[in-house]
Protein backbone atom coordinates (compact mmCIF):
# COMPACT_ATOMS: atom_id res chain seq x y z
CA UNK A 1 0.00 0.00 0.00
CA UNK A 2 1.24 3.58 -0.82
CA UNK A 3 1.62 5.46 2.43
CA UNK A 4 3.53 8.72 1.41
CA UNK A 5 2.65 11.20 -1.59
CA UNK A 6 4.43 10.39 -4.70
CA UNK A 7 7.09 13.30 -6.20
CA UNK A 8 3.95 15.26 -7.87
CA UNK A 9 2.04 14.81 -4.12
CA UNK A 10 -0.43 12.12 -5.45
CA UNK A 11 -1.78 9.34 -3.95
CA UNK A 12 -2.55 7.11 -6.48
CA UNK A 13 -4.80 9.24 -8.98
CA UNK A 14 -5.45 11.84 -6.02
CA UNK A 15 -3.96 14.50 -4.25
CA UNK A 16 -1.06 16.58 -6.42
CA UNK A 17 -1.16 20.26 -6.52
CA UNK A 18 -3.49 22.30 -8.55
CA UNK A 19 -2.53 25.82 -7.67
CA UNK A 20 -1.86 28.63 -9.51
CA UNK A 21 2.13 29.67 -10.56
CA UNK A 22 2.31 31.98 -7.78
CA UNK A 23 1.78 29.82 -5.48
CA UNK A 24 3.76 27.12 -6.16
CA UNK A 25 7.04 27.95 -4.67
CA UNK A 26 5.21 29.00 -1.50
CA UNK A 27 3.87 25.48 -1.59
CA UNK A 28 7.47 24.20 -2.30
CA UNK A 29 8.77 26.33 0.53
CA UNK A 30 6.18 24.84 3.06
CA UNK A 31 6.99 21.10 2.08
CA UNK A 32 10.72 21.99 2.37
CA UNK A 33 10.07 23.60 5.62
CA UNK A 34 7.80 20.63 6.83
CA UNK A 35 10.24 18.05 5.77
CA UNK A 36 13.15 19.94 7.86
CA UNK A 37 11.26 20.46 11.09
CA UNK A 38 9.16 16.66 10.81
CA UNK A 39 12.54 15.33 11.67
CA UNK A 40 13.54 17.94 13.86
CA UNK A 41 14.17 16.87 17.92
CA UNK A 42 13.59 20.38 19.54
CA UNK A 43 11.09 20.73 16.96
CA UNK A 44 8.95 18.03 18.49
CA UNK A 45 9.92 18.36 21.98
CA UNK A 46 8.36 21.67 21.95
CA UNK A 47 4.66 20.38 19.90
CA UNK A 48 4.78 17.59 22.18
CA UNK A 49 4.64 19.82 25.27
CA UNK A 50 2.03 21.88 23.31
CA UNK A 51 0.18 18.83 23.06
CA UNK A 52 0.46 17.67 26.85
CA UNK A 53 0.44 20.78 28.87
CA UNK A 54 -2.10 22.54 26.57
CA UNK A 55 -3.86 20.80 24.52
CA UNK A 56 -4.13 17.94 27.23
CA UNK A 57 -2.93 14.96 25.60
CA UNK A 58 -2.25 12.48 25.81
CA UNK A 59 -6.53 11.73 25.18
CA UNK A 60 -7.75 8.50 27.01
CA UNK A 61 -8.51 5.43 25.24
CA UNK A 62 -12.63 4.51 27.21
CA UNK A 63 -13.95 1.62 27.25
CA UNK A 64 -17.61 2.38 27.39
CA UNK A 65 -18.94 -0.35 29.15
CA UNK A 66 -22.41 0.53 29.11
CA UNK A 67 -22.94 0.94 25.69
CA UNK A 68 -21.22 -1.88 24.88
CA UNK A 69 -23.22 -4.15 26.88
CA UNK A 70 -26.54 -2.08 25.60
CA UNK A 71 -25.50 -3.18 22.11
CA UNK A 72 -24.47 -6.73 23.16
CA UNK A 73 -25.41 -8.33 26.32
CA UNK A 74 -23.57 -11.11 25.65
CA UNK A 75 -20.34 -8.98 26.72
CA UNK A 76 -18.32 -10.20 23.95
CA UNK A 77 -18.83 -7.19 22.17
CA UNK A 78 -16.44 -4.33 23.43
CA UNK A 79 -16.22 -0.47 22.06
CA UNK A 80 -13.33 1.94 23.16
CA UNK A 81 -13.64 5.30 22.46
CA UNK A 82 -10.53 8.00 22.09
CA UNK A 83 -11.54 10.52 23.27
CA UNK A 84 -10.46 13.46 21.21
CA UNK A 85 -13.32 15.29 22.75
CA UNK A 86 -11.52 16.03 25.47
CA UNK A 87 -8.71 17.77 23.60
CA UNK A 88 -8.78 21.62 24.43
CA UNK A 89 -11.18 23.29 22.10
CA UNK A 90 -13.43 20.24 22.40
CA UNK A 91 -12.02 18.75 19.23
CA UNK A 92 -9.09 16.60 17.47
CA UNK A 93 -8.76 20.31 15.18
CA UNK A 94 -5.91 21.16 17.68
CA UNK A 95 -3.31 18.44 17.37
CA UNK A 96 -3.26 20.11 13.75
CA UNK A 97 -3.43 23.90 14.64
CA UNK A 98 -0.57 23.77 17.23
CA UNK A 99 1.37 21.93 14.89
CA UNK A 100 1.45 23.87 11.95
CA UNK A 101 1.21 27.34 13.76
CA UNK A 102 4.44 26.37 15.46
CA UNK A 103 5.67 25.14 12.25
CA UNK A 104 4.67 28.69 10.83
CA UNK A 105 6.65 30.39 13.72
CA UNK A 106 9.68 28.72 12.72
CA UNK A 107 9.18 29.58 9.34
CA UNK A 108 9.52 33.04 10.83
CA UNK A 109 5.97 33.95 9.49
CA UNK A 110 4.56 36.56 11.68
CA UNK A 111 0.64 35.89 10.45
CA UNK A 112 -1.34 33.03 10.05
CA UNK A 113 -4.89 33.09 7.95
CA UNK A 114 -7.62 30.06 7.87
CA UNK A 115 -10.31 30.37 6.50
CA UNK A 116 -13.51 28.67 8.67
CA UNK A 117 -17.35 27.21 7.75
CA UNK A 118 -18.83 26.44 10.80
CA UNK A 119 -16.15 28.22 12.50
CA UNK A 120 -14.41 25.09 14.62
CA UNK A 121 -11.17 25.50 13.03
CA UNK A 122 -11.59 29.29 13.24
CA UNK A 123 -11.94 29.12 16.91
CA UNK A 124 -9.06 26.21 17.13
CA UNK A 125 -6.72 27.96 14.56
CA UNK A 126 -7.19 31.53 16.96
CA UNK A 127 -6.07 29.69 20.00
CA UNK A 128 -3.33 28.23 18.75
CA UNK A 129 -2.17 31.56 17.19
CA UNK A 130 -2.64 33.32 20.89
CA UNK A 131 -0.78 30.71 22.56
CA UNK A 132 2.36 31.06 19.72
CA UNK A 133 1.97 34.80 19.51
CA UNK A 134 0.95 34.68 15.68
CA UNK A 135 -1.47 37.36 14.75
CA UNK A 136 -4.49 35.90 13.27
CA UNK A 137 -7.09 36.50 10.18
CA UNK A 138 -10.12 34.31 9.42
CA UNK A 139 -12.04 34.29 6.34
CA UNK A 140 -16.19 33.61 7.08
CA UNK A 141 -18.49 33.89 4.60
CA UNK A 142 -21.00 36.15 5.45
CA UNK A 143 -23.87 33.52 5.65
CA UNK A 144 -21.74 31.13 8.00
CA UNK A 145 -21.04 34.62 9.95
CA UNK A 146 -24.89 34.56 10.66
CA UNK A 147 -25.63 31.42 11.34
CA UNK A 148 -22.48 30.50 13.58
CA UNK A 149 -22.41 33.46 16.03
CA UNK A 150 -20.91 32.13 18.73
CA UNK A 151 -17.89 30.96 17.30
CA UNK A 152 -17.19 34.29 15.90
CA UNK A 153 -17.56 36.08 19.48
CA UNK A 154 -15.17 33.33 20.15
CA UNK A 155 -12.61 34.11 17.76
CA UNK A 156 -12.82 37.79 18.36
CA UNK A 157 -12.59 37.15 21.78
CA UNK A 158 -9.30 35.39 21.18
CA UNK A 159 -7.68 38.27 19.74
CA UNK A 160 -8.22 36.62 15.55
CA UNK A 161 -9.72 39.11 13.62
CA UNK A 162 -12.89 37.51 11.24
CA UNK A 163 -12.78 38.78 7.56
CA UNK A 164 -16.14 38.43 5.97
CA UNK A 165 -17.00 37.21 3.10
CA UNK A 166 -19.68 38.63 1.22
CA UNK A 167 -19.61 36.71 -2.42
CA UNK A 168 -20.53 34.16 -4.10
CA UNK A 169 -22.71 31.28 -2.04
CA UNK A 170 -20.92 33.19 1.02
CA UNK A 171 -20.38 30.01 2.41
CA UNK A 172 -16.82 27.88 2.77
CA UNK A 173 -15.87 27.58 -0.43
CA UNK A 174 -15.77 30.98 -1.04
CA UNK A 175 -14.16 32.12 2.12
CA UNK A 176 -11.01 29.67 1.38
CA UNK A 177 -10.87 31.59 -2.04
CA UNK A 178 -10.12 34.43 -0.81
CA UNK A 179 -7.70 33.02 1.93
CA UNK A 180 -6.08 31.66 -1.14
CA UNK A 181 -5.94 35.23 -2.59
CA UNK A 182 -4.58 36.79 0.00
CA UNK A 183 -1.73 33.97 0.87
CA UNK A 184 -0.98 34.80 -3.07
CA UNK A 185 -0.30 38.56 -2.20
CA UNK A 186 1.29 38.04 1.51
CA UNK A 187 2.54 34.81 1.35
CA UNK A 188 6.05 36.29 2.41
CA UNK A 189 4.98 36.31 5.93
CA UNK A 190 2.02 35.07 6.21
CA UNK A 191 1.14 31.12 6.30
CA UNK A 192 -1.90 29.36 5.54
CA UNK A 193 -3.03 27.08 7.59
CA UNK A 194 -5.18 24.54 6.51
CA UNK A 195 -7.86 22.73 8.80
CA UNK A 196 -8.12 18.83 7.52
CA UNK A 197 -6.50 16.85 4.93
CA UNK A 198 -7.38 18.46 1.68
CA UNK A 199 -5.79 20.53 -0.26
CA UNK A 200 -3.01 21.20 -2.45
CA UNK A 201 -0.15 19.28 -1.25
CA UNK A 202 1.70 19.49 0.99
CA UNK A 203 -1.19 20.01 3.34
CA UNK A 204 -3.07 16.37 2.77
CA UNK A 205 0.32 15.19 4.36
CA UNK A 206 1.43 17.52 6.94
CA UNK A 207 -2.33 17.21 8.23
CA UNK A 208 -2.29 13.83 8.91
CA UNK A 209 1.12 13.96 10.50
CA UNK A 210 0.12 16.48 13.03
CA UNK A 211 -3.14 13.78 13.72
CA UNK A 212 -1.28 10.90 13.53
CA UNK A 213 -1.32 11.38 17.38
CA UNK A 214 -4.52 9.71 17.67
CA UNK A 215 -3.28 6.38 16.41
CA UNK A 216 -0.39 6.46 17.97
CA UNK A 217 -1.93 7.06 21.22
CA UNK A 218 -5.19 4.56 20.11
CA UNK A 219 -2.24 1.74 19.24
CA UNK A 220 -0.15 1.99 22.87
CA UNK A 221 -4.01 2.00 24.64
CA UNK A 222 -5.63 -0.57 23.19
CA UNK A 223 -2.84 -3.08 23.43
CA UNK A 224 -2.05 -1.87 27.22
CA UNK A 225 -6.13 -2.83 27.86
CA UNK A 226 -7.18 -5.84 25.65
CA UNK A 227 -3.17 -6.84 24.82
CA UNK A 228 -3.99 -7.02 21.20
CA UNK A 229 -5.16 -4.93 18.24
CA UNK A 230 -8.92 -3.80 17.67
CA UNK A 231 -11.26 -5.41 15.03
CA UNK A 232 -12.39 -2.51 13.62
CA UNK A 233 -11.66 1.18 13.56
CA UNK A 234 -14.48 3.73 13.12
CA UNK A 235 -14.15 7.45 12.56
CA UNK A 236 -15.94 9.97 10.98
CA UNK A 237 -15.24 11.53 7.85
CA UNK A 238 -15.60 15.20 6.81
CA UNK A 239 -12.24 16.50 5.34
CA UNK A 240 -10.77 13.29 6.78
CA UNK A 241 -8.03 14.77 9.53
CA UNK A 242 -9.63 12.54 12.36
CA UNK A 243 -10.26 9.41 10.41
CA UNK A 244 -6.58 9.65 8.83
CA UNK A 245 -5.54 10.42 12.44
CA UNK A 246 -6.14 7.59 13.86
CA UNK A 247 -6.54 4.90 10.94
CA UNK A 248 -2.69 5.82 9.76
CA UNK A 249 -0.39 3.50 12.23
CA UNK A 250 -3.15 0.52 11.34
CA UNK A 251 -3.05 0.80 7.86
CA UNK A 252 -0.54 -1.69 7.28
CA UNK A 253 -2.35 -4.41 10.22
CA UNK A 254 -5.20 -6.59 10.32
CA UNK A 255 -7.65 -3.94 11.38
CA UNK A 256 -10.66 -3.29 9.52
CA UNK A 257 -10.93 0.67 8.89
CA UNK A 258 -14.32 2.32 8.43
CA UNK A 259 -14.77 5.85 7.57
CA UNK A 260 -18.79 7.25 7.82
CA UNK A 261 -19.98 10.00 5.75
CA UNK A 262 -22.94 12.39 6.46
CA UNK A 263 -26.12 10.62 4.55
CA UNK A 264 -27.85 14.00 5.40
CA UNK A 265 -31.78 13.60 4.70
CA UNK A 266 -30.50 10.56 2.33
CA UNK A 267 -28.13 9.91 -0.59
CA UNK A 268 -30.38 9.84 -2.64
CA UNK A 269 -32.41 13.53 -2.03
CA UNK A 270 -28.80 15.33 -3.36
CA UNK A 271 -28.65 17.06 0.44
CA UNK A 272 -25.73 15.39 1.95
CA UNK A 273 -21.83 15.24 2.55
CA UNK A 274 -20.91 12.07 1.22
CA UNK A 275 -18.25 12.94 -1.05
CA UNK A 276 -16.62 9.09 -1.61
CA UNK A 277 -19.92 7.67 -1.36
CA UNK A 278 -21.65 9.84 -3.77
CA UNK A 279 -19.46 11.93 -4.97
CA UNK A 280 -17.20 12.53 -8.91
CA UNK A 281 -13.27 12.90 -9.59
CA UNK A 282 -12.90 16.15 -9.90
CA UNK A 283 -10.64 19.24 -8.53
CA UNK A 284 -11.47 21.85 -6.00
CA UNK A 285 -9.59 23.63 -3.62
CA UNK A 286 -6.08 22.58 -5.15
CA UNK A 287 -6.23 18.60 -5.24
CA UNK A 288 -7.98 16.55 -7.41
CA UNK A 289 -10.51 13.98 -5.04
CA UNK A 290 -13.76 13.37 -4.92
CA UNK A 291 -16.03 15.94 -5.27
CA UNK A 292 -20.04 16.98 -4.97
CA UNK A 293 -20.58 18.33 -7.97
CA UNK A 294 -23.01 18.07 -11.00
CA UNK A 295 -22.15 16.82 -14.84
CA UNK A 296 -21.09 20.06 -15.68
CA UNK A 297 -18.07 19.72 -12.98
CA UNK A 298 -20.30 22.80 -10.62
CA UNK A 299 -19.73 22.33 -7.33
CA UNK A 300 -23.02 21.46 -5.44
CA UNK A 301 -23.69 22.86 -2.10
CA UNK A 302 -22.84 20.08 0.80
CA UNK A 303 -25.35 19.43 3.35
CA UNK A 304 -25.10 17.51 6.89
CA UNK A 305 -26.81 18.31 10.71
CA UNK A 306 -23.54 18.40 11.27
CA UNK A 307 -21.31 21.12 10.72
CA UNK A 308 -18.10 19.79 10.29
CA UNK A 309 -19.02 17.57 8.01
CA UNK A 310 -21.04 19.83 5.49
CA UNK A 311 -18.08 20.24 3.09
CA UNK A 312 -18.25 19.41 -0.67
CA UNK A 313 -14.88 17.60 -0.65
CA UNK A 314 -12.38 15.02 1.03
CA UNK A 315 -8.77 14.32 1.30
CA UNK A 316 -6.66 12.35 -1.23
CA UNK A 317 -5.02 9.49 0.78
CA UNK A 318 -8.99 8.56 1.93
CA UNK A 319 -10.47 8.44 -1.50
CA UNK A 320 -7.26 6.35 -2.42
CA UNK A 321 -7.36 4.13 0.77
CA UNK A 322 -11.21 4.04 0.24
CA UNK A 323 -10.45 2.99 -3.53
CA UNK A 324 -7.92 0.25 -2.63
CA UNK A 325 -10.38 -1.18 -0.56
CA UNK A 326 -8.24 -0.79 2.44
CA UNK A 327 -10.76 1.68 3.88
CA UNK A 328 -14.23 0.53 3.73
CA UNK A 329 -16.83 3.51 3.31
CA UNK A 330 -20.57 3.71 4.83
CA UNK A 331 -22.76 6.80 5.54
CA UNK A 332 -24.98 7.85 8.35
CA UNK A 333 -28.32 10.61 8.18
CA UNK A 334 -28.76 12.85 10.24
CA UNK A 335 -31.87 10.55 11.88
CA UNK A 336 -29.86 8.23 12.56
CA UNK A 337 -27.25 10.30 14.21
CA UNK A 338 -29.20 12.19 16.69
CA UNK A 339 -30.24 8.65 17.66
CA UNK A 340 -26.72 7.52 18.40
CA UNK A 341 -25.91 11.21 19.72
CA UNK A 342 -29.05 10.39 22.37
CA UNK A 343 -28.02 7.04 23.14
CA UNK A 344 -24.31 8.07 23.69
CA UNK A 345 -25.40 10.53 26.60
CA UNK A 346 -27.92 8.25 27.81
CA UNK A 347 -25.52 5.08 28.27
CA UNK A 348 -22.63 6.79 29.09
CA UNK A 349 -22.81 10.46 30.28
CA UNK A 350 -20.95 11.68 26.76
CA UNK A 351 -22.26 14.61 24.54
CA UNK A 352 -20.21 13.93 21.27
CA UNK A 353 -20.16 16.16 18.62
CA UNK A 354 -22.68 16.06 15.97
CA UNK A 355 -19.91 14.65 13.59
CA UNK A 356 -18.75 11.99 15.72
CA UNK A 357 -22.22 10.89 16.56
CA UNK A 358 -22.42 9.57 12.83
CA UNK A 359 -19.33 7.27 13.85
CA UNK A 360 -21.32 6.31 16.80
CA UNK A 361 -23.95 4.98 15.08
CA UNK A 362 -21.86 2.60 12.55
CA UNK A 363 -20.10 1.22 15.48
CA UNK A 364 -23.84 0.59 17.34
CA UNK A 365 -24.29 -1.19 14.14
CA UNK A 366 -21.76 -3.45 14.37
CA UNK A 367 -21.71 -4.12 17.81
CA UNK A 368 -25.47 -5.16 17.33
CA UNK A 369 -24.66 -7.83 14.96
CA UNK A 370 -24.36 -11.45 16.96
CA UNK A 371 -20.92 -13.13 15.73
CA UNK A 372 -20.77 -14.97 19.20
CA UNK A 373 -17.32 -14.39 19.48
CA UNK A 374 -15.41 -11.31 20.74
CA UNK A 375 -15.04 -8.38 18.82
CA UNK A 376 -13.48 -4.53 19.51
CA UNK A 377 -14.65 -1.74 18.35
CA UNK A 378 -12.86 1.45 18.45
CA UNK A 379 -14.50 5.07 18.17
CA UNK A 380 -12.83 7.99 16.85
CA UNK A 381 -14.86 10.42 19.20
CA UNK A 382 -13.68 13.48 17.21
CA UNK A 383 -15.21 16.31 19.31
CA UNK A 384 -18.17 17.12 22.35
CA UNK A 385 -20.80 18.12 21.96
CA UNK A 386 -21.67 21.46 23.78
CA UNK A 387 -21.79 23.18 20.51
CA UNK A 388 -24.32 21.07 18.98
CA UNK A 389 -27.25 21.34 21.97
CA UNK A 390 -29.42 24.07 20.30
CA UNK A 391 -29.34 22.30 16.75
CA UNK A 392 -29.86 19.08 18.44
CA UNK A 393 -32.96 20.41 20.80
CA UNK A 394 -34.36 21.84 17.61
CA UNK A 395 -34.31 18.13 15.80
CA UNK A 396 -35.05 16.63 18.60
CA UNK A 397 -37.93 19.13 19.42
CA UNK A 398 -41.26 16.80 20.13
CA UNK A 399 -39.32 13.53 21.15
CA UNK A 400 -39.95 12.56 24.51
CA UNK A 401 -35.98 12.53 26.22
C1 LIG B 1 -14.22 19.50 11.99
C2 LIG B 1 -14.69 18.28 12.66
C3 LIG B 1 -14.81 17.05 11.98
C4 LIG B 1 -14.57 16.89 10.50
O1 LIG B 1 -13.28 17.11 10.08
P1 LIG B 1 -12.30 15.92 9.65
O2 LIG B 1 -11.20 16.64 8.97
O3 LIG B 1 -13.05 15.00 8.75
O4 LIG B 1 -11.88 15.24 10.88
C5 LIG B 1 -15.21 15.94 12.70
N1 LIG B 1 -15.50 16.01 14.01
C6 LIG B 1 -15.41 17.17 14.69
C7 LIG B 1 -15.76 17.19 16.13
C8 LIG B 1 -15.00 18.34 14.04
O5 LIG B 1 -14.92 19.49 14.74
Known sequence: MQLQPDESGKFGRYGGRFAPEVLI????????????FHEDKSFNAELDNLLRTYAGRPTPLYFAENLSSFCDPSGRVRIYLKREDLVHGGAHKMNNTLGQALLAKKMGKERVIAETGAGQHGVATAMAAVKLRLKCDIYMGTEDIERQRLNVFRMKL???????????????????NEALRDWVTNVEHTYYLIGSVVGPHPYPLIVREFQRVIGIETRKQIIEAEGRLPDVIVACVGGGSNAMGI???FIEDDVELIGVEAAGRGLHTGMHGASICAGEDGVLHGMFSKLLQDEYGQINQSYSIAAGLDYPGVGP??????EQG???MTAATDNETLTAFKILAEKEGIIPALE????????I??????????YIIVV?????GDKDIFIAAEALAGETL
Do not use: M, Q, W
Not at 158 to 176: E, F, M, Q, Y
Not at 317 to 322: D, G, H, K, N
Not at 365 to 374: M, S, T, V, Y
Open 25 to 36: SALDELEHAFFK
Open 158 to 176: LGANVIPVDKGSKTLKDAI
Open 247 to 249: FYD
Open 317 to 322: ELVFLA
Open 326 to 328: RVK
Open 356 to 363: SAHAIHCA
Open 365 to 374: KLAKKNRGRE
Open 380 to 384: NLSGR
